[in-house]
């Protein structure tokens, strides 16, 4: 059922990543459960040395050999399933292809590991923030970092600021709203969990409960049943529905971010994982080097006039 992406477009300039700390040799050089390594390559053996890796220029304690990963010599990756695009592709994380998947695999590149070292499982976008062990080493899901969340697991910097749209259908009467009071009197929904359910309920603080959907699909045939006047969802989400999906439903428009911290998606490991610090050297890295930007040109376009709802 999965249509190759299009280009969709996106209000966004990238949020330059500050790069972090080396991980402390109380994190960085941990061993794995079972005490085994992966094998050193030409390029991690600088890890022993007090000069950056050759692969991914990164501090020697990021060396594939010296990271506590969940499976020795593999970089275990986690998101749902269906993986939406524009943020995977053919509903297949592993071909690289969608800005997660790209962006997943050049962290994987930064920190040594090749294609064929990479290991996707799934994971539900509600499983993911839950408190407890993980059998991942990190899950990218479009997961917004939010205070809450971040009491129970850990996030890396964030490589993606990211805005709430509403889709309605063209012929819908909410497709005239302009402003966020307006949308209070329409029946609205979100995927459970989201930050969009959030913004309903905080932002727009409907007269009617919001309906709750387990997963996007759901809420998309809920708004072609008209059992709801509007969805929101994130708004390279909400072009791709609209371009793709569900071509006689349209962007009404997008919350207005101003007076507040942008929202970020960050990737999120279990609480306490000392992979995140070499993680967020491969964002800072990545983003320095104009790789993420590269990624958002090829799956997602920062050129944009969707109005934004006052």
């Not at 994190?27 to 050193?40: K, M």
């Not at 010296?66 to 970089?75: D, K, V």
């Not at 007269?207 to 809420?219: G, I, M, Q």
């Amino acid at each position: 059922m999965r249509l190759r992406a299009v280009l969709v477009a996106l209000p966004l300039v990238l949020v330059p990543l500050a790069a972090c700390a080396p991980a402390d040799d109380s994190s960085g050089t941990s061993a794995t459960d079972d005490g085994t390594t992966s094998a050193p390559t030409e390029e991690t053996s600088a890890a022993a040395t007090d000069e950056p890796t050759e692969a991914g220029g990164l501090s020697p304690e990021c060396a594939p050999d010296q990271l506590t990963l969940n499976a020795a010599g593999q970089l275990t990756i986690a998101t749902d399933s269906p993986a939406y695009e524009p943020w995977f592709v053919d509903d297949d994380p592993t071909n690289g292809q969608g800005f997660e998947s790209a962006v997943a695999y050049a962290v994987a590149d930064r920190l040594g590991f090749t294609p064929d070292q990479v290991e996707w499982v799934t994971v539900g976008f509600n499983q993911s923030y839950k408190p407890g062990d993980k059998d991942f080493d990190f899950d990218i899901n479009q997961i917004s970092i939010t205070p809450e969340r971040a009491k129970v697991v850990d996030f890396s910097d964030g490589y993606y600021s990211a805005s709430q749209a509403v889709i309605a259908l063209k012929d819908s009467p909410v497709a005239g709203v302009t402003s966020v009071a307006e949308l209070a009197d329409f029946k609205l929904g979100a995927q459970t969990g989201t930050t969009s359910l959030t913004v309903i309920r905080d932002v727009v603080d409907p007269a009617n409960d919001p309906a709750v959907f387990e997963d996007t699909n759901a809420a998309k045939q809920a708004l072609l049943n008209n059992q709801v006047d509007a969805i929101i969802a994130d708004l390279p989400t909400a072009f791709y529905i609209t371009a793709v999906e569900i071509p006689k439903a349209t962007i009404i428009g997008q919350f207005d971010a101003a007076g507040s911290d942008p929202e970020q998606f960050g990737m999120l490991f279990q609480k306490g994982n000392p992979l995140v610090s070499c993680v967020n050297e491969a964002l800072a890295a990545l983003a320095s080097d104009g790789t993420l930007d590269q990624i958002q040109q090829q799956w997602l376009s920062s050129e944009v006039d969707v109005p934004v709802l006052q």
